[in-house]
């Protein structure tokens, strides 16, 4: 059964970049299947935040766009976040998932999330 | 950007039906998914493509799309359905964006 696992730090000083790795289990990342990055902050909704493919392929929200780097590493069957500059209102829960499907695409398998919190 | 509308919140009694809708613009000519989230989880998704069930989602899970708005029904409500519910859509034009609607908040009474 398909397992994500997203790590990195939990804590992100001001201005600076969160980074964050998920690891995926018992399915090869560059098979046909996408890989997004979604966020939650506080109390609120989730917010998502880009989907990268095996190829390298990405596509991002464009109001977070300008800071964000997606990448994924086929070797160590992993893909990898990175925003930089970052503000209190990045603080939140991050989620990675998997993205399947045919004409459209929907995310069937999610990791267990991880906090992040930027502050000084 | 296209813009998914749900209301913030929705309460219905055990054993009643539960509609939670879902408007945005001609929504009806793209596929929705519905996933739930209770406090402190990840999202599980309960329907794809407007009408689909994931294996394990029971069949009191169910969807519909038309016109402006998707609805998500659930059927003879229990205590365990009580979460949060968002839907999503794939916005095929231009950068193959993906939208989330606010989410509601189902309470069971």
């Known amino acids: 059964q398909v397992q994500l696992q997203e790590s990195g730090p939990g804590l992100v000083r001001p201005s600076e970049t969160l980074s964050l790795t998920c690891s995926v289990s018992?399915?090869?990342?560059?098979?046909?299947?996408?890989w997004a990055w979604v966020r939650q902050p506080p109390g609120k909704g989730l917010q998502w935040i880009g989907t990268i493919y095996h190829t390298g392929k990405t596509f991002s929200n464009p109001s977070l766009q300008s800071r964000v780097t997606m990448s994924v590493d086929t070797s160590k069957n992993q893909f990898s976040l990175r925003l930089t500059s970052v503000t209190a209102a990045d603080t939140a829960v991050y989620f990675c998932a998997r993205e399947v499907g045919g004409h459209d695409y929907y995310m069937d398998v999610w990791g267990k999330g991880t906090t992040v919190t930027v502050s000084s | 950007s296209y813009v998914l509308t749900q209301p913030p919140s929705v309460s219905v009694a055990p054993g009643k039906t539960a509609r939670i809708t879902c408007g945005g613009n001609?929504?009806?000519?793209?596929?929705v998914h519905w996933y739930q989230q209770k406090p402190g989880q990840a999202p599980l998704l309960v329907i794809y493509?407007?009408?689909d069930r994931p294996s394990g989602i029971p069949e009191r899970f169910s969807g519909s799309n038309s016109g402006n708005t998707a609805t998500l029904t659930i059927s003879r409500v229990e205590a365990g359905d009580e979460a949060e519910y968002y839907c999503?859509?794939?916005?095929?034009?231009?950068?193959?964006?993906?939208?989330f609607g606010g989410g509601t908040k189902l309470t069971v009474l």
């Open positions: 999503q859509v794939w916005d095929s034009s231009g950068d193959h964006l993906r939208v």
């Open positions: 018992d399915y090869v990342i560059s098979s046909r299947s996408y």
């Open positions: 493509y407007d009408i």
């Open positions: 001609n929504i009806g000519t793209k596929s």
